[in-house]
């Protein structure tokens, strides 16, 4: 490794290598990021080997080592787990280190308690299977984050997606719909499987119908106008087919119901997040 990397990368640490751990790895391997400026812990040494291997990274099972003199901390264990592993890494961090949880729950003064000044807390909700840099990171930096570091963290995670910054507050909400709403679209497109096999449309096409449909409508948001009340707008003809079938839509009350599955699931996200501390 070169004094360049050494000094343009931060050591990032990924401590719990697992489903939404992994793809961070990768991404971050995938985005150019020097191998030899990240290491990886993940519970058993027989995973740890297969990711060492697979990815050519320093993977161990030893997080008090993975976390030594890193600037970047990812936290990303089950949330059972989480407290123990931070008691573990953050003494072990660089002095003004970043610990990026992304651990549903768990609030940002449980990451970097007020006694622990040495560190700086960020939550982000994100999307396990969206992470190819092609998905969307909601971003909450702890209180009084340095410039720096705030700069520091943005840059590593820019590599995986797009950064949005929100609050604390939101944080459910986030983690509620980039989670959960993927699988209510597909639940919503399994009609649009319905529909077309029962026109007998063979039920492999069936479904790139349904995922096809799917794409278009997220490149359609993206170039929405946010201001507006529907992102279809304008783009039925009236009297058309498209139009004909939102009518049934909305008269089934399609965006009611699913404005009522995403609050469900923020209801519930709350319901399982840890208490702020005392
Ligand atoms: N999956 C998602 O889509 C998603 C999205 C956003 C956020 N999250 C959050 O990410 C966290 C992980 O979720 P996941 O779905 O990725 O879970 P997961 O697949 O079970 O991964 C957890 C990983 O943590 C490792 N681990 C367990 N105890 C450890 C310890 N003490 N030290 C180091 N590593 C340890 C496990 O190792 P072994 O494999 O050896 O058991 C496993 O690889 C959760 O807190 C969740 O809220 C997940």
Redesign the pocket.
């Given at each position: 490794m070169s004094d360049r990397e050494t000094h343009t990368h931060p050591l990032v640490t990924v401590?719990?290598?697992?489903?939404?751990?992994e793809s961070v790895l990768a991404g971050l391997l995938g985005s150019g990021y020097p191998a030899a400026r990240l290491r990886a812990?993940?519970?058993?040494a027989e995973?740890?080997g297969h990711l060492a291997r697979s990815y050519a990274v320093e993977v161990t099972?030893d997080?008090v080592r993975a976390a030594c003199g890193a600037d970047v901390l990812v936290l990303?264990?089950?949330?059972d787990?989480?407290e123990?592993?931070l008691a573990e890494t953050v003494p072990q961090l660089a002095s003004g280190a970043a610990v990026v949880s992304?651990?549903?729950?768990l609030p940002l003064d449980r990451i970097a308690p007020a006694a622990a000044t040495r560190v700086h807390a960020f939550r982000v909700?994100?999307?396990?299977?969206s992470i190819d840099r092609s998905g969307l990171l909601a971003v909450t930096p702890g209180r009084d984050v340095p410039e720096p570091v705030r700069d520091t963290v943005t840059g590593v995670l820019r590599r995986l997606g797009r950064v949005v910054a929100i609050t604390e507050p939101q944080q459910d909400t986030a983690?509620s719909t980039l989670?959960s709403g993927a699988a209510f679209l597909a639940l919503t497109a399994t009609g649009i499987d319905r529909a077309a096999t029962e026109a007998g449309v063979s039920p492999a096409v069936a479904r790139a119908f349904a995922a096809d449909a799917l794409e278009s409508a997220a490149a359609m948001l993206r170039s929405s106008d946010p201001g507006s009340a529907a992102a279809w707008d304008g783009l039925a003809t009236p009297g058309g087919i498209t139009e004909a079938g939102l009518g049934r839509l909305l008269a089934a009350g399609a965006v009611d119901a699913m404005a009522d599955a995403v609050r469900a699931a923020v209801t519930r996200a709350a319901e399982l997040a840890l208490p702020t501390s005392p």
């Open positions: 401590s719990g290598a697992g489903s939404i751990g812990t993940v519970r058993t995973h740890a099972t997080n990303a264990v089950r949330p787990q989480a123990a592993v992304l651990v549903a729950g909700a994100t999307n396990a299977v983690a989670g």
